[in-house]
């Protein structure tokens, strides 16, 4: 078993070098360049090189070099190449995989070179399987093992700035920018504003000069991918702005680029446009939103507004126009009365609103409606910067681990980053990558709905990150995993959520910031562990996948569920739905008088303490069957639920807030007037007003016949 200071110590890379935020490699030069941001000094770029890698199979029957030997080796000595057999350690897979480690010492497009030359696409459909050659800032940080952000604690340590457009239209063709907000997480802030399109072209040169000046490790927008950056770009070109010539970065060479991107969403894949500039890492902060939205069904919406409130980072005094009024607002400038305790405003033209600032001091105060416009950017820019605390604090932290650049740490998908990691180990370690096998069907995890309408104390249990538990316990890892890399790995990142997650319940009441602090680092990992068994249900995508083994996992996961439902029944339970992991059941009225003494056999549980109620089950039961890191937990507790079909309930808080579980009922392609209904009608449910529910249902109806439903819905 590989030890724990052995995998932190590759996953943070063994190279000391600290305060690196971005990596970027010259083709022309063939060398690589370190982007660091010093505290207290700023940036420092230094130059290093490395020697480009290529893991390869057998090429014998695409016919490389015309299965010339001789003309092989002369290619060798034109491009300095060097072969080396890697470690296969016996194992059927490792021998079928890729065996060979290719090496150029003249640099990483001599090697590309090689390869074409033999007639030979590194990245063509015969040789997907046959050759993986990695971007060479990949190569770079795998190979000199190093990482980025190195050195910083907090992403709230490294210097980010958000930016965001007003404009007067929706399409560039059709209007202008007329604001430009950027603000850092260290305390700078500007509006720039722009009254004609030649102050406009102004107020671009500057935006840019701005980044140039304050040098930023991180540039971010919402929904800027497709929104900004297009507006910037399309604007230059009307304006007959060189942007190349503008946006400078941090190589006197270099400008920008903008390429297409892919963002992984769960089980989905968007396109978008990335923009990159040199030596910064550009990122759409909705990205972090979007990705968390795929896995958190709670997520209802991914728009600024919404996701601000989600997370309860609202300001009171916060100010919001609608979309279509911006402009208008701003270029009318009639004076409005603004209340300055809750952002709402109201124009000042009505006899019955003079002298609120007399009658109401320090709550309202006269502006216009151009100064209304700036602190509704403001505020933009404000929550931007919060939403991207939030949300992409876990990319930060996995950008530190993972030897990619933060800019693709921000798309990729959790296989990808496994893939990546596992990468990293073989070189590290000299060994060969496996041989793919064939995606086959396999039954998945227990899912049925038992009981359908009203119920009520539900109790929710689910096993602790069941799966990976799985794995670990009854060691469900593939063969071709010579070095037990992947066990290591899943352990350790087990090990480190289970760490924050028991952090953040310390300080939840005595230190709120740093329980959540806590809370941040934990939810990434363990969206990545329960990736593992995603990666190794793909080896048509994941080298180290393996179907026996997925189905070893689901099989043995769906024993658990079945065992620990029996386990309740028989004290008195009445399970009502079961999805893969956990069971919601119906409490039994008696539940309050239950009591147990922990004897400790299992990690969750501690020896002499009195467990009551629903906690007194959980509490036997871990100590009687658990074993290893299994566990069984209590995910909460609600006075009442509907059931509405398999994978599809409404749960209600003991707050009265609803929790909406399922596509069916809380869809992102649900009509606005379906959705307006189901959020009303299934609280009415939950609240047991029954009656009060058939009168909304008809009167809706009838709202709906007399189309007296808003368009926008």
């Known amino acids: 078993m590989i030890s724990n200071e052995e995998i932190e110590s590759f996953l943070h890379g063994n190279d000391p070098e600290e305060f690196i935020v971005a990596i970027e490699f010259d083709y022309a030069s063939n060398s690589i360049y370190k982007i660091k941001e010093i505290p207290?000094?700023?940036?420092?770029?230094?130059?290093?090189?490395?020697?480009?890698?290529?893991?390869?199979?057998?090429?014998?029957?695409?016919?490389?070099?015309?299965?010339?030997k001789a003309a092989q080796k002369e290619a060798m000595t034109k491009h300095g190449i060097m072969i080396d057999k890697l470690e296969t350690h016996g194992d059927e897979r490792l021998e079928k995989g890729m065996t060979f480690m290719v090496k150029s010492l003249k640099g990483y497009r001599e090697l590309i070179q090689f390869f074409r030359e033999g007639g030979c696409d590194p990245w063509g459909e015969k040789t997907k399987d046959k050759i993986i050659i990695l971007p060479p800032v990949e190569q770079y940080l795998i190979s000199k093992e190093k990482r980025l952000f190195k050195g910083f604690e907090n992403y709230d340590e490294v210097t980010r700035l958000v930016y965001d457009l007003e404009?007067?239209?929706?399409?560039?063709?059709?209007?202008?920018?007329?604001?430009i907000g950027i603000k850092t997480n260290k305390g700078y802030h500007r509006v720039i504003e722009c009254f004609d399109e030649s102050e406009e072209r102004n107020a671009i040169i500057e935006f840019f000069r701005v980044i140039d000046e304050l040098?930023?490790?991180?540039?971010?927008?919402?929904?800027?991918?497709?929104?900004d950056w297009h507006w910037i770009f399309e604007r230059c070109k009307i304006l007959g702005l060189d942007p190349?010539?503008?946006?400078?970065?941090?190589?006197?060479?270099?400008s920008f680029t903008r390429k297409d991107g892919m963002?992984?969403?769960?089980?989905?894949?968007?396109?978008?446009?990335?923009?990159?500039?040199?030596?910064?890492?550009?990122?759409?902060?909705?990205?972090?939103?979007?990705?968390?939205?795929?896995?958190?069904?709670?997520?209802?919406?991914?728009?600024?507004?919404?996701?601000?409130?989600?997370?309860?980072?609202?300001?009171?005094?916060?100010?919001?126009?609608?979309?279509?009024?911006?402009?208008?607002?701003?270029?009318?400038?009639?004076?409005?009365?603004?209340?300055?305790?809750n952002g709402k405003y109201k124009k000042a033209d009505n006899p019955a609103y003079d002298n609120l600032d007399t009658k109401f001091p320090n709550v309202y105060k006269?502006?216009?409606?151009?100064?209304?416009?700036?602190?509704?950017l403001d505020d933009d820019l404000d929550e931007t910067l919060k939403v991207d605390q939030e949300f992409n604090q876990g990319s930060f932290l996995l950008a530190a681990m993972i030897p990619t650049t933060y800019e693709r740490v921000s798309t990729m998908g959790t296989a990808t980053l496994w893939k990546m990691l596992m990468l990293a180990w073989s070189y590290k370690y000299n060994l060969a990558i496996p041989a793919k096998q064939d995606k086959t069907d396999f039954v998945g995890g227990l899912s049925r709905l038992i009981k359908v309408g009203y119920s009520t104390s539900v109790l929710k249990l689910d096993f602790s990150s069941l799966y990976p538990s799985i794995q670990l316990v009854h060691d469900v890892f593939p063969d071709c995993d010579v070095t037990g890399a992947m066990k290591g790995l899943l352990g350790y990142f087990r090990n480190s959520r289970i760490m924050y997650k028991q952090l953040a319940e310390e300080f939840e009441k005595s230190d709120p910031k740093k329980s959540k602090s806590y809370d941040r680092k934990q939810l990434p990992i363990k969206i990545f562990i329960n990736s593992m068994f995603g990666a190794l249900s793909a080896p048509q995508v994941f080298h180290w996948g393996d179907m026996y083994m997925g189905e070893q996992i689901t099989c043995t996961g769906r024993q658990y569920l079945r065992q620990?439902?029996?386990?309740?029944?028989?004290?008195?339970?009445?399970?009502?739905?079961?999805?893969?992991?956990?069971?919601n059941f119906s409490s039994p009225s008696n539940i309050s008088d239950r009591k147990y003494i922990g004897r400790g056999l299992n990690w969750k549980v501690v020896e002499g303490k009195e467990y009551v109620g629903a906690a007194a089950d959980i509490a036997e039961y871990n100590d009687i069957f658990m074993r290893g890191e299994m566990a069984l937990d209590n995910d909460g507790v609600w006075p009442a639920c509907i059931n509405l079909a398999r994978k599809n309930y409404a749960l209600m808080t003991d707050?009265?807030?609803?929790?909406?579980?399922?596509?069916?009922?809380?869809?992102?392609?649900?009509?606005?007037?379906?959705?307006?209904?189901?959020?009303?009608?299934?609280?009415?449910?939950?609240?047991?007003?029954?009656?009060?529910?058939?009168?909304?249902?008809?009167?809706?109806?009838?709202?709906i016949y007399d189309m007296k439903v808003p368009l926008a819905k």
């Open 40 to 68: 207290g000094k700023g940036k420092e770029i230094r130059k290093d090189t490395f020697t480009p890698f290529a893991w390869v199979g057998d090429l014998r029957n695409i016919n490389f070099y015309g299965g010339s």
């Open 167 to 179: 404009t007067t239209s929706l399409e560039p063709q059709d209007g202008r920018i007329f604001m």
């Open 215 to 227: 040098k930023p490790s991180i540039i971010g927008g919402y929904n800027s991918a497709n929104f």
């Open 244 to 254: 190349k010539k503008i946006c400078k970065s941090l190589h006197p060479q270099h």
């Open 263 to 341: 963002l992984k969403l769960a089980n989905e894949v968007e396109t978008y446009t990335q923009t990159s500039i040199w030596g910064y890492n550009v990122i759409d902060i909705i990205h972090a939103v979007r990705r968390a939205q795929a896995i958190n069904s709670s997520i209802k919406a991914a728009g600024l507004k919404y996701i601000t409130k989600y997370i309860n980072a609202e300001s009171p005094s916060r100010v919001y126009i609608e979309h279509d009024n911006i402009g208008k607002l701003y270029l009318n400038k009639e004076e409005f009365w603004l209340n300055t305790q």
């Open 366 to 376: 006269k502006v216009t409606g151009d100064k209304i416009v700036e602190m509704y």
């Open 564 to 583: 620990m439902i029996g386990f309740f029944m028989k004290r008195g339970y009445e399970p009502l739905v079961m999805d893969t992991d956990g069971v």
């Open 655 to 703: 707050k009265g807030k609803i929790k909406l579980v399922g596509n069916t009922i809380k869809s992102k392609k649900l009509p606005g007037y379906i959705e307006e209904f189901l959020d009303k009608g299934i609280k009415m449910l939950l609240q047991g007003q029954g009656k009060d529910f058939i009168e909304y249902y008809y009167e809706y109806l009838q709202k």
